[in-house]
């Protein structure tokens, strides 16, 4: 009968062996799938009623902000529709990372108390439930927008780069945010508002090319806006996106990413003491 | 009493009586909140107040342990004195300061507060995600589920939401994952206390059949006669130092001479 040895040793601010965490990780992948299934059952998305909720809930929204620009600016026309929904559809995969990860190691004391697993499933879990949210309306927006009759073209196939970005942007934030949420606990309360900013600070009712030159330098400092303006040309003009704008989307996420592990991993041993 | 392996090889078999866990030299100091529930709002108020916010929790010091397979190990303490520590650092869930920790074989933990991940999902779930963090694989669950289910008599109930469940439910469900994984090592923390008179019973009947040539048990319990009587070897700890070990009705005897005599320790136990 052979038995794994472990080895557990000192480390302080430092980072635990990283080879030896990624084996664990990758280990227990299937947990990571279990979790975000159950979770996804347990907001009553295992019926039908529920799923379809996935599809109608991401349109109405569509819908009650296109009636909002409508009124406000006046902007009927198809394109401006497409715009609105696909970026309301990508600005949901970020926020829906953020909203899920920031109570995800909180929430899951019991078992960070109980047992030694590689903390860093948990907020990775709340970008799969992201996704496995996002991926229906993706395809909503793919029938709409043959419907609005707006242009195919190869170049479409810039949205994988640019999800992809996206991907990493949600996760850096989740594992960022989870574990800020571990000091402080209010940090779920200010979320919401947090979300609202990002969303009317990014092109979602506006178009980016609407923002004046000094505006859109500010908005730099906007880790999703060059992102959201790239996902808009390819999704709604089927254009390649800018080339400064997937740069711009990738160092934010890369940054967000890397600092949020760092974050992460230095601070996970507190975690079980914190709860 | 205390031995410190210095030879042992790390080889990936264990013979039986081999080591089964090796703590050396363990200390642990952590820093944890004061505050409950720590806020930003709260700190951002009390800025330039001087308000501490955090404390230096000094868990454990100098311990050495080493358990051998074939050993039921008890430990015991008044609260505070750094038992549940001590299971966490072995467990890995803790990191230690200071020292090393080897562990030879597979850990089955039973920590206070056991199953139960997220209350509002099922039975059912929790055992699975629980298992699939600890390591195990889907099949390996899928093969003990059953075994899980019924040692529990939970029936039906196993696939309510666990917010629905009594604390004495939560205890069973608890004990049965932990008793039925057939681990090389179990962890059990004072986790025999809580259920009904019958499932206590069933339980340490459970411990009792468990303890084999190869396998390791650790228990920490207040219950002086539940380890008198399951265990062939008992470790005090007190103020995270290792006070004495060796034969269980020696250990317990001076133990309880210590507290009636202590001031600081209260007779706590329900013995």
């Known amino acids: ?275 | 009493m205390i031995s410190l392996s210095a030879s042992n090889s790390l080889n990936s078999t264990h013979a039986k009586h081999g080591l089964a866990v090796s703590v050396q030299n363990v200390g642990l100091t952590y820093t944890t909140s004061i505050d409950k529930r720590p806020t930003l709002k709260a700190r951002l108020k009390s800025i330039g107040r001087g308000k501490k916010h955090t404390r230096v929790v000094q868990a454990l010091n100098e311990v050495n342990l080493d358990v051998h397979y074939g050993t039921v190990l008890g430990v015991i303490g008044s609260n505070g004195a750094g038992k549940s520590s001590l299971m966490r650092v072995i467990s890995g869930i803790v990191p230690p300061s200071k020292g090393r920790i080897e562990v030879h074989g597979s850990v089955s933990t039973l920590l206070a507060l056991g199953v139960g991940f997220n209350p509002s999902m099922t039975g059912r779930a929790n055992v699975y995600l629980g298992g699939l963090a600890a390591g195990m694989s889907r099949a390996e669950i899928d093969s003990q589920f059953a075994a899980i289910v019924d040692f529990s008599e939970l029936g039906d109930a196993i696939d309510a939401p666990m917010r629905t469940y009594s604390s004495g439910m939560y205890a069973r469900l608890a004990f049965s994952v932990a008793a039925t994984v057939q681990p090389d090592i179990l962890i059990v923390d004072e986790a025999l206390s809580t259920g009904d008179a019958h499932f206590k019973e069933k339980s340490l009947n459970r411990i009792k059949e468990l303890r084999s040539a190869d396998r390791a048990l650790i228990l920490v319990s207040h219950a002086m006669a539940t380890i008198e009587d399951v265990c062939n070897e008992v470790a005090w700890l007190h103020k995270g130092k290792i006070m004495a070990r060796g034969n269980p009705a020696e250990v317990i005897k001076q133990y309880q001479e210590f507290t009636k005599a202590g001031k600081s320790a209260a007779a706590n136990e329900d013995v």
């Open chain 1, 1 to 275: 009968m052979s038995a794994p040895v472990a080895i557990y040793e000192p480390f302080r601010a430092g980072l635990p062996p990283l080879g030896a965490y990624l084996r664990a990780l990758w280990s227990r992948r299937s947990f990571i799938a279990e979790f975000s299934r159950s979770e996804l059952r347990e907001q009553n998305y295992g019926s039908v009623f529920g799923q379809l909720w996935l599809i109608l809930n991401p349109l109405l929204l569509s819908g009650v902000y296109f009636l909002l620009i409508y009124i406000i600016g006046g902007h009927n026309d198809s394109t401006r529709y497409g715009h609105l929904t696909a970026s309301l559809f990508l600005f949901y995969l970020v926020s829906n990372s953020l909203s899920g990860g920031v109570k995800s190691i909180t929430a899951g004391q019991r078992l960070i108390l109980n047992t030694a697993f590689p903390r860093i499933m948990l907020p990775i879990s709340a970008l799969v439930i992201a996704l496995f949210k996002f991926v229906p309306t993706l395809a909503v927006f793919l029938v709409m927008r043959s419907l609005l009759g707006l242009p195919f073209s190869w170049q479409m196939f810039w949205a994988i780069p640019v999800i992809a970005i996206a991907l990493l942007m949600g996760l850096g934030m989740a594992i960022l945010i989870s574990c800020i949420n571990v000091y402080f606990r209010d940090i779920a309360s200010f979320l919401p508002y947090l979300t609202r900013s990002l969303l009317y600070l990014s092109p979602i009712l506006y178009q980016a090319a609407d923002l004046s030159p000094k505006l859109k330098s500010i908005e730099i400092a906007n880790p999703i806006f060059y992102l959201l303006d790239a996902w808009s040309q390819v999704m709604v003009y089927a254009k390649a996106p800018d080339l400064f704008s997937l740069a711009h989307g990738f160092i934010w996420a890369i940054c967000i990413f890397l600092i949020g592990t760092y974050f992460f991993l230095s601070r996970e041993r507190d975690f079980a003491v914190r709860l």
